[in-house]
Protein backbone atom coordinates (compact mmCIF):
# COMPACT_ATOMS: atom_id res chain seq x y z
CA UNK A 1 0.00 0.00 0.00
CA UNK A 2 1.49 3.22 -0.92
CA UNK A 3 2.23 5.88 1.76
CA UNK A 4 1.68 9.46 2.34
CA UNK A 5 2.98 11.31 -0.78
CA UNK A 6 3.50 15.07 -0.88
CA UNK A 7 4.73 17.38 -4.43
CA UNK A 8 6.87 18.34 -4.76
CA UNK A 9 9.75 17.97 -2.71
CA UNK A 10 11.51 20.84 -2.61
CA UNK A 11 10.48 24.39 -3.50
CA UNK A 12 12.16 27.94 -3.81
CA UNK A 13 10.07 31.33 -3.97
CA UNK A 14 10.47 34.62 -3.55
CA UNK A 15 9.08 37.35 -1.05
CA UNK A 16 5.22 38.24 -1.85
CA UNK A 17 4.63 35.21 -3.84
CA UNK A 18 2.35 32.36 -3.16
CA UNK A 19 2.79 28.47 -2.90
CA UNK A 20 0.79 25.59 -3.18
CA UNK A 21 1.91 22.42 -1.86
CA UNK A 22 -0.25 18.89 -2.70
CA UNK A 23 -0.67 16.08 -0.12
CA UNK A 24 -2.20 12.44 -1.27
CA UNK A 25 -3.05 10.59 1.74
CA UNK A 26 -2.53 6.79 1.87
CA UNK A 27 -5.24 5.07 0.53
CA UNK A 28 -8.75 5.10 2.70
CA UNK A 29 -7.44 7.75 4.81
CA UNK A 30 -9.53 10.40 5.29
CA UNK A 31 -7.99 12.77 7.31
CA UNK A 32 -5.18 14.90 6.04
CA UNK A 33 -3.03 17.57 8.91
CA UNK A 34 -0.73 19.94 7.71
CA UNK A 35 2.31 20.56 9.58
CA UNK A 36 5.14 23.12 9.61
CA UNK A 37 8.70 22.02 10.72
CA UNK A 38 11.04 25.09 11.54
CA UNK A 39 14.03 24.49 13.93
CA UNK A 40 13.00 26.90 16.05
CA UNK A 41 9.34 26.17 16.83
CA UNK A 42 9.31 22.44 16.26
CA UNK A 43 6.36 20.96 14.41
CA UNK A 44 3.41 23.28 14.99
CA UNK A 45 0.03 22.04 13.59
CA UNK A 46 -1.82 23.94 10.12
CA UNK A 47 -4.92 22.77 10.02
CA UNK A 48 -6.85 19.42 9.54
CA UNK A 49 -9.20 18.11 6.66
CA UNK A 50 -11.98 15.12 7.23
CA UNK A 51 -13.89 14.52 4.18
CA UNK A 52 -13.39 17.83 2.58
CA UNK A 53 -14.02 19.69 5.55
CA UNK A 54 -12.06 21.72 7.50
CA UNK A 55 -12.22 19.53 10.85
CA UNK A 56 -9.23 21.93 13.03
CA UNK A 57 -7.28 25.03 12.86
CA UNK A 58 -3.78 25.72 14.49
CA UNK A 59 -2.76 29.41 15.07
CA UNK A 60 -1.21 30.25 12.04
CA UNK A 61 -2.27 33.57 9.94
CA UNK A 62 -5.01 33.48 7.28
CA UNK A 63 -2.32 33.65 4.62
CA UNK A 64 -2.60 29.98 5.45
CA UNK A 65 -5.27 27.89 3.92
CA UNK A 66 -5.87 24.48 3.03
CA UNK A 67 -8.61 22.38 1.02
CA UNK A 68 -9.47 18.63 0.42
CA UNK A 69 -11.42 17.03 -2.17
CA UNK A 70 -13.09 14.25 -2.90
CA UNK A 71 -10.28 11.97 -3.57
CA UNK A 72 -9.08 12.98 -0.11
CA UNK A 73 -6.22 14.11 -1.35
CA UNK A 74 -5.50 17.94 0.04
CA UNK A 75 -3.76 21.30 -0.96
CA UNK A 76 -2.48 23.99 1.19
CA UNK A 77 -1.99 27.58 -0.10
CA UNK A 78 0.59 29.93 1.73
CA UNK A 79 0.15 33.84 0.15
CA UNK A 80 2.23 36.67 0.33
CA UNK A 81 5.37 34.34 1.39
CA UNK A 82 7.31 36.07 3.95
CA UNK A 83 11.28 34.76 5.16
CA UNK A 84 9.64 33.17 7.93
CA UNK A 85 7.62 30.59 6.13
CA UNK A 86 10.41 28.97 5.50
CA UNK A 87 10.31 25.58 6.89
CA UNK A 88 9.36 22.11 6.15
CA UNK A 89 5.59 21.47 5.43
CA UNK A 90 4.71 17.95 6.35
CA UNK A 91 1.13 16.31 5.90
CA UNK A 92 0.09 13.44 7.96
CA UNK A 93 -2.92 10.97 7.30
CA UNK A 94 -5.09 9.04 9.78
CA UNK A 95 -8.13 6.78 8.86
CA UNK A 96 -11.66 6.59 9.90
CA UNK A 97 -10.55 5.41 13.36
CA UNK A 98 -8.72 8.76 13.82
CA UNK A 99 -5.32 6.80 15.79
CA UNK A 100 -1.87 6.77 14.36
CA UNK A 101 -1.13 9.76 11.82
CA UNK A 102 1.58 8.53 9.24
CA UNK A 103 3.67 11.54 7.86
CA UNK A 104 4.83 11.96 4.07
CA UNK A 105 8.63 13.24 3.16
CA UNK A 106 7.35 16.63 3.25
CA UNK A 107 8.25 20.03 1.18
CA UNK A 108 11.24 21.90 1.89
CA UNK A 109 10.06 25.12 1.17
CA UNK A 110 12.50 28.04 1.09
CA UNK A 111 11.25 31.69 0.96
CA UNK A 112 14.10 34.48 -0.70
CA UNK B 1 2.47 26.25 29.33
CA UNK B 2 2.77 23.87 26.39
CA UNK B 3 0.77 20.82 25.01
CA UNK B 4 3.69 18.40 25.69
CA UNK B 5 7.17 18.99 26.90
CA UNK B 6 10.03 17.17 25.95
CA UNK B 7 14.46 17.84 27.39
CA UNK B 8 15.75 19.02 23.82
CA UNK B 9 19.14 16.43 25.16
CA UNK B 10 21.07 15.65 23.39
CA UNK B 11 21.41 12.78 25.30
CA UNK B 12 23.74 10.61 24.81
CA UNK B 13 24.37 7.00 25.67
CA UNK B 14 26.60 4.32 24.66
CA UNK B 15 25.88 1.29 22.02
CA UNK B 16 23.83 -1.40 24.05
CA UNK B 17 22.64 0.71 26.95
CA UNK B 18 18.90 1.69 27.78
CA UNK B 19 17.64 5.03 26.25
CA UNK B 20 15.00 6.93 28.41
CA UNK B 21 12.75 9.31 27.22
CA UNK B 22 10.59 11.37 28.58
CA UNK B 23 7.79 13.40 27.85
CA UNK B 24 4.94 15.30 29.74
CA UNK B 25 1.45 16.74 28.50
CA UNK B 26 -1.05 19.38 30.04
CA UNK B 27 -4.42 17.68 28.91
CA UNK B 28 -5.90 15.73 31.62
CA UNK B 29 -8.07 14.28 29.17
CA UNK B 30 -5.77 13.52 26.40
CA UNK B 31 -6.78 9.94 25.12
CA UNK B 32 -4.13 8.84 22.62
CA UNK B 33 -0.08 8.94 22.91
CA UNK B 34 2.43 8.46 20.68
CA UNK B 35 6.42 8.31 19.82
CA UNK B 36 7.68 9.49 16.48
CA UNK B 37 11.10 8.93 15.18
CA UNK B 38 13.00 11.51 13.17
CA UNK B 39 16.29 11.33 11.31
CA UNK B 40 18.00 14.41 9.94
CA UNK B 41 16.28 15.93 6.87
CA UNK B 42 13.50 13.24 7.21
CA UNK B 43 10.09 12.98 7.67
CA UNK B 44 8.78 11.68 11.32
CA UNK B 45 8.18 7.42 11.66
CA UNK B 46 5.84 6.13 14.12
CA UNK B 47 7.38 3.84 16.18
CA UNK B 48 4.72 3.15 18.87
CA UNK B 49 1.51 3.94 19.96
CA UNK B 50 -0.29 3.63 23.56
CA UNK B 51 -3.35 4.54 24.68
CA UNK B 52 -3.85 3.10 28.66
CA UNK B 53 -2.06 3.01 31.68
CA UNK B 54 0.99 0.71 32.13
CA UNK B 55 3.93 -0.85 29.64
CA UNK B 56 3.93 -1.62 25.89
CA UNK B 57 6.76 -3.56 24.65
CA UNK B 58 7.62 -3.78 20.77
CA UNK B 59 10.62 -5.28 20.05
CA UNK B 60 13.82 -3.30 21.43
CA UNK B 61 10.62 -0.56 22.07
CA UNK B 62 8.76 -0.03 25.22
CA UNK B 63 6.37 3.04 25.83
CA UNK B 64 5.19 3.95 29.42
CA UNK B 65 2.04 5.49 30.21
CA UNK B 66 0.97 7.21 33.57
CA UNK B 67 -2.01 9.01 33.17
CA UNK B 68 -2.09 9.89 36.41
CA UNK B 69 1.00 11.73 36.13
CA UNK B 70 0.37 13.08 32.86
CA UNK B 71 3.82 11.00 31.66
CA UNK B 72 4.63 9.28 28.79
CA UNK B 73 8.33 7.75 28.36
CA UNK B 74 9.83 5.47 25.44
CA UNK B 75 12.90 3.23 26.90
CA UNK B 76 14.67 1.84 23.88
CA UNK B 77 16.84 -1.33 24.97
CA UNK B 78 20.24 -2.21 23.49
CA UNK B 79 20.60 1.14 21.62
CA UNK B 80 22.59 0.99 18.55
CA UNK B 81 24.38 3.53 16.78
CA UNK B 82 21.28 3.47 14.16
CA UNK B 83 18.83 4.65 16.81
CA UNK B 84 20.41 8.06 17.01
CA UNK B 85 17.48 10.16 16.24
CA UNK B 86 15.41 12.76 17.35
CA UNK B 87 11.99 11.61 19.06
CA UNK B 88 8.73 13.49 19.08
CA UNK B 89 6.25 12.39 21.63
CA UNK B 90 2.82 12.95 20.57
CA UNK B 91 -0.86 13.28 22.13
CA UNK B 92 -4.23 13.51 20.83
CA UNK B 93 -6.87 15.09 23.29
CA UNK B 94 -10.15 14.40 23.10
CA UNK B 95 -10.89 17.05 20.28
CA UNK B 96 -8.95 15.00 17.87
CA UNK B 97 -6.03 17.80 17.43
CA UNK B 98 -2.58 16.43 18.06
CA UNK B 99 0.45 18.04 19.75
CA UNK B 100 4.22 17.27 19.58
CA UNK B 101 6.83 17.94 21.76
CA UNK B 102 9.66 19.56 20.61
CA UNK B 103 11.50 16.49 20.34
CA UNK B 104 14.48 14.60 22.34
CA UNK B 105 17.76 13.82 20.26
CA UNK B 106 19.50 11.09 21.47
CA UNK B 107 23.21 10.03 20.14
CA UNK B 108 24.05 6.60 20.98
CA UNK B 109 28.22 6.37 20.81
CA UNK B 110 29.78 3.06 19.49
Known amino acids: KAGVTQTPRYLIKTRGQQVTLSCSPI?????VSWYQQTPGQGLQFLFE???????NKGNFPGRFSGRQFSNSRSEMNVSTLELGDSALYLC???????????FGQGTRLTVV | QKEVEQNSGPLSVPEGAIASLNCTYSDRGSQSFFWYRQYSGKSPELIMSIYSNGDKEDGRFTAQLNKASQYVSLLIRDSQPSDSATYLC??????????FGSGTKLNVKP
Open chain 1, 27 to 31: SGHRS
Open chain 1, 49 to 55: YFSETQR
Open chain 2, 90 to 99: AVKNNFNKFY
Open chain 1, 92 to 102: ASRDSSNTEAF
